[in-house]
């Protein structure tokens, strides 16, 4: 008799997915019974004009709001506890946040702060959510977090120069609106980093020792979708078609790693990201390929159906072969999108690798990678993408 598989879970919030769904916050709000919203975004987001029809959808159902903008890519303790401070002394009763995952992850950690009443730095590692947040609303703007549907909150704790990670299913938010239209004001080099970063989901999640039938179908449309649309989206900013499959292949990789968890590009980028406050989603193109590199003797079949999924024709092809088409795609890709990326180029020297190495080792991400690793290993993957 065959084994069966064993039990898995898979958590999602409500989603709302498709042009114009921005609009439709405040019926979301009025849901929840909300008096006074906090909104969270930053400068550029609201620039782009996305935070004025949030604040215009709420004002139509009479929805009282106070607006938080002040979250810097790669969101920081500080701004977390002073947008939680803004949340109490405003009365707010529901949080909304619209913006890439900067303003998203600022807002999920509002609301723990918020219901705990206690340091963000507290809630470091998974499952340490006791209480649970307020309503929490989330429109993504950019198409590559998809911390709109994740069980993750990373922020960045500039007193260690490190990221940290939460992970629980209690900072899934309730609503996610997610509206393709507006990442048509990403510029390029934001829309090649999200893509990236939503690529890189797709495979980890796809390898990662925690996937599994319910993830897998997500991660392998995700990579069809990205792989075959990103650089054309880039070539064609203005393209809403394009733009909903990106925004769609983003989704459908963040059900998938925020259920399967992710990999040593992660931990990896999350270290780095935190060392240099470089945006994520270069850190992740600058590691990607020597991360699968490292990773594919350990997962050799999954690997496989990774590279035919990107098209790549494996029939007949010994492993070593795969794997080495594998990664030539990969540079090919993030050159097509505009990425010639080193470490070097960032400033990054040998001397810096055993400080981010032993963060990397630290980051929940690093136990799902599919080859254990120790960090040593971590040392030589930062030196060979120097
Ligand atoms: N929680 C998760 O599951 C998860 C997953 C991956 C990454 N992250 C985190 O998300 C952060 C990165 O988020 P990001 O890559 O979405 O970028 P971001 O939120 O940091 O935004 C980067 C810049 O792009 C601008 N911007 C955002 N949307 C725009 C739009 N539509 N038009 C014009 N400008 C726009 C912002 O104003 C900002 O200046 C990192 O801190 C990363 O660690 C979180
Ligand atoms: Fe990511």
Redesign the pocket.
Known sequence: MSAISPLRKFVSPEIIFGAGSRHSVGNYAATFGARRVLVVS????QA?G?VGDVLASLDRQGIAHVLYTAVS???RVEEVMAGAELYRASACDVIVAV???????CA?GIGIVAAHGRCILEFEGVDTIRVPSPPLILI???A????DV?Q???I?NQTERM?FSIVSKAVVPDVSLIDPE??V???PF?SA??GI?ALV?AIEAFVSTGSGPLTDPHALEAMRLINGNLVQMIANPQDIALREKIMLGSMQA?LAF?NAILGAVHAMS?SL?GYLDL???LCNAALVEHVVAFNFDAAPERFRIVAETFGIDCRGLPSAQVRSRLVEHLVAFKRAVGFEETLKLHGVGSSDIPFLSQHAMQDPCILTNPRQSTQRDVEVVYGEAL
């Open positions: 930053d400068p550029g987001v782009a996305w890519p790669n969101p913006g890439g995952g900067s303003p998203m992850d999920k993504p703007t950019t590559g977090t998809s911390a994740s993750f909150v990373i960045s990221k507006t990442t004001s990403m510029d934001l980093c999200t970063d989901h963040g925020s999350h990201g945006p994520h989603g």
